[in-house]
């Protein structure tokens, strides 16, 4: 048995979940949150207990320093040494990393070099790379992108309609993200449905406060809603989703709003399904607001499920057809409302969902026997996918 991470590091975050490889166990799981605010909070549950601390965490570095010497003190693990693998998940592998890989020196200098791609998680993510990398030097240390998955998209889904160069020379096309969980639930489905991925047409919807949908062809990403950065796409919980670009300068006068970083600060944090609502950028208190009549609350829902309905059709018109869709994520996995609404409105292509079946928060096949099209439900597991990649390398 070996012990392996999977590490999600974000700007202020830093999740974690130990496992024993190749068995899948979880051995331990949890998170720093508030790194560099005060009143940070370290949790760690393991063998049904939950343990928890508050106190001031100033960087990454301090975080990992707390989660090896709880690790210890629980006797979760002996000895640092036992630690032999680390899966990081990346944001951003732009153009150059079209698979998971091994970090070296070389590795971590792109990632970092790939921060204008993702600045709030490349850097965070390096540098939480070199913190452990010399805590555990004797770790087999792997990169997990958001965006490796999508390598397979073909230019003709992957370019804009801009000049050329705008690509050659400054590599400026869709990348996706979520490429992780999109693999995993494609995968899942397939084996749900005893059948090889080759084989399918899938389309992923994603569906948490970032939210992408994916069309998987035989097992490869085709096309994807998250575009140059995860900003495009469906309308998310503070994200706008597409737009017409035109409404920026027109927006920037109105506003009076003397930068352009003001105006994309509006449409990743104001906007989406916060913005329509004016209650939340959480779908349950949407959901709830909706029921009690609030009327724009039900038209962030309404406009929410439109989004992912006109991407299923998009992505069934892409791969020519369409085998299983599959529902993930927070509102994905947990709403058998807004599964039942987007998948009732489109009906005419020919996926019924099973009322029934549909009353569930786990791994389930949720349409009717004589559904043409396949729907289920499959709780994402990137952690798990992270360290499969860890012994997939080795
Ligand atoms: P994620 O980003 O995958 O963690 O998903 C977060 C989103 O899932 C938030 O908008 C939550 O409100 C939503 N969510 C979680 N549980 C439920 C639920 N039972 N019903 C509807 N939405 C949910």
Same mark, same amino acid.
């Given at each position: 048995?070996?012990?392996?991470?999977?590490?999600?590091? #974000?700007?202020?975050?830093?999740?974690?979940?130990?496992?024993?490889?190749?068995?899948?166990?979880?051995?331990?799981?949890?998170? =720093?949150?508030?790194?560099?605010?005060?009143?940070?909070?370290?949790?760690?549950?393991?063998?049904?207990?939950?343990?928890?601390?508050?106190?001031?965490?100033?960087? *990454?570095?301090?975080?990992?320093?707390?989660?090896?010497?709880?690790?210890?003190?629980?006797?979760?693990?002996?000895?640092?040494?036992?630690?032999?693998?680390?899966? *990081?998940?990346?944001?951003?592998?732009?153009?150059?990393?079209?698979?998971?890989?091994?970090?070296?020196?070389?590795?971590?200098?792109?990632?970092?070099?790939?921060?204008?791609?993702?600045?709030?998680?490349?850097?965070?993510?390096?540098?939480?790379?070199?913190?452990?990398?010399?805590?555990?030097?004797?770790? *087999?240390?792997?990169?997990?992108?958001?965006?490796?998955?999508?390598?397979?998209?073909?230019?003709?889904?992957?370019?804009?309609?801009?000049?050329?160069?705008?690509?050659?020379?400054?590599?400026?096309?869709?990348?996706?993200?979520?490429?992780?969980?999109?693999?995993?639930?494609?995968?899942?489905?397939?084996?749900?449905?005893?059948?090889?991925?080759?084989?399918?047409?899938?389309?992923?919807?994603?569906?948490?406060?970032?939210?992408?949908?994916?069309?998987?062809?035989?097992?490869?990403?085709?096309?994807?809603?998250?575009?140059?950065?995860?900003?495009? #796409?469906?309308?998310?919980?503070?994200?706008?989703? +597409?737009?017409?670009?035109?409404?920026?300068?027109?927006?920037?006068?109105?506003?009076?709003?003397?930068?352009?970083?003001?105006?994309?600060?509006?449409?990743?944090?104001?906007?989406?399904?916060?913005?329509?609502?004016?209650?939340?950028?959480?779908?349950?208190? =949407?959901?709830?607001?909706?029921?009690?009549?609030?009327?724009?609350?039900?038209?962030?829902?309404?406009?929410?499920?439109?989004?992912?309905?006109?991407?299923?059709?998009?992505?069934?018109?892409?791969?020519?057809?369409? +085998?299983?869709?599959?529902?993930?994520?927070?509102?994905?996995?947990?709403?058998?409302?807004?599964?039942?609404?987007?998948?009732?409105?489109?009906?005419?292509?020919? #996926?019924?969902?099973?009322?029934?079946?549909?009353?569930?928060? +786990?791994?389930?096949?949720?349409?009717?026997?004589?559904?043409?099209?396949?729907?289920?439900?499959?709780?994402?597991?990137?952690?798990?996918?992270?360290?499969? +990649?860890?012994?997939?390398?080795?």
């Amino acid at each position: 048995m070996s012990k392996t991470f999977a590490i999600n590091a #974000g700007s202020s975050s830093l999740k974690f979940q130990l496992y024993a490889m190749p068995e899948e166990e979880i051995l331990a799981k949890g998170a =720093v949150e508030r790194i560099g605010l005060n009143d940070s909070i370290f949790t760690l549950k393991f063998n049904g207990e939950k343990f928890e601390l508050v106190e001031d965490i100033p960087n *990454h570095k301090r975080a990992v320093e707390i989660l090896f010497e709880q690790l210890e003190a629980n006797h979760i693990v002996n000895d640092l040494s036992e630690i032999t693998g680390v899966g *990081h998940r990346v944001a951003a592998g732009g153009e150059i990393f079209k698979d998971s890989t091994v970090i070296n020196e070389e590795v971590i200098e792109q990632i970092e070099a790939l921060g204008d791609f993702a600045p709030l998680h490349n850097p965070a993510e390096a540098e939480v790379i070199r913190i452990m990398k010399e805590k555990l030097p004797q770790a *087999h240390m792997v990169a997990v992108f958001d965006t490796s998955f999508h390598k397979t998209l073909p230019p003709v889904n992957f370019l804009y309609s801009l000049p050329y160069e705008y690509y050659t020379d400054f590599s400026v096309r869709k990348y996706g993200a979520h490429g992780t969980s999109h693999r995993y639930v494609s995968r899942r489905a397939a084996e749900m449905l005893g059948k090889n991925v080759e084989d399918l047409k899938i389309i992923t919807c994603h569906l948490g406060n970032g939210a992408s949908i994916t069309a998987v062809d035989g097992g490869k990403s085709v096309d994807t809603s998250m575009g140059f950065t995860p900003l495009a #796409g469906v309308q998310m919980g503070t994200r706008s989703g +597409d737009i017409d670009v035109s409404i920026l300068p027109f927006l920037m006068d109105k506003l009076n709003l003397k930068s352009i970083d003001e105006m994309i600060n509006i449409l990743n944090k104001k906007s989406g399904t916060l913005g329509i609502s004016g209650v939340s950028s959480d779908m349950r208190n =949407v959901e709830e607001a909706a029921a009690e009549g609030n009327e724009r609350a039900q038209l962030a829902l309404d406009m929410f499920n439109n989004r992912v309905q006109k991407y299923i059709g998009e992505y069934i018109a892409v791969m020519n057809g369409v +085998d299983a869709i599959v529902f993930t994520a927070g509102i994905g996995e947990n709403s058998p409302e807004t599964r039942a609404a987007i998948m009732d409105g489109i009906s005419w292509f020919g #996926g019924t969902i099973d009322s029934e079946k549909n009353q569930t928060r +786990d791994e389930a096949i949720i349409s009717t026997d004589d559904s043409k099209i396949a729907i289920l439900n499959i709780p994402t597991d990137e952690e798990v996918e992270i360290a499969r +990649d860890v012994e997939r390398l080795k």
